[in-house]
Nanobody
Framework: VQLQASGGGLVQPGGSLRLSCTAS????????VAWYRQAPGKQRELVAS??????TNYADSVKGRFTISRDNKTSVYLQMTDLKPEDTAVYYC????????????????WGQGTQVTVSS
């Protein structure tokens, strides 16, 4: 059971990036998904989440700049615009619940992280 995050990189302030998170083939669906980030020397923090029947939630620091979305049962995205140096961090995707194709339920599944660096 694995989540694969991608799309990070080096971008100038004011630029944009789109992060993707896709579950491995063994996963049928993921629920209550979120993006977290962890900057050097800081604790991991919630950036954005999307929960079925509830909607989306964002950290105050990214409201109006980041958008979380998903287009099927096993992928989630984070569109980041107007990036700032303080957005520099490793970004992790997270699913509170994952169902495998053989009917098993997994709780608290993390992706491996993708580095986002905002610098001129």
């Amino acid at each position: 059971v694995q989540l694969q995050a991608s799309g990070g990189g080096l971008v100038q302030p004011g630029g944009s990036l789109r992060l993707s998170c896709t579950a491995s083939e063994s996963i049928f669906s993921i629920n209550s998904v979120a993006w977290y980030r962890q900057a050097p020397g800081k604790q991991r923090e919630l950036v954005a989440s999307i929960i079925r029947d509830i909607g989306t939630n964002y950290a105050d620091s990214v409201k109006g700049r980041f958008t979380i979305s998903r287009d099927n049962k096993t992928s989630v995205y984070l569109q980041m615009t107007d990036l700032k140096p303080e957005d520099t961090a490793v970004y992790y995707c997270y699913a509170s619940e994952a169902w495998t194709r053989d009917g098993n339920r997994r709780l608290g599944v993390w992706g491996q992280g993708t580095q986002v660096t905002v610098s001129s």
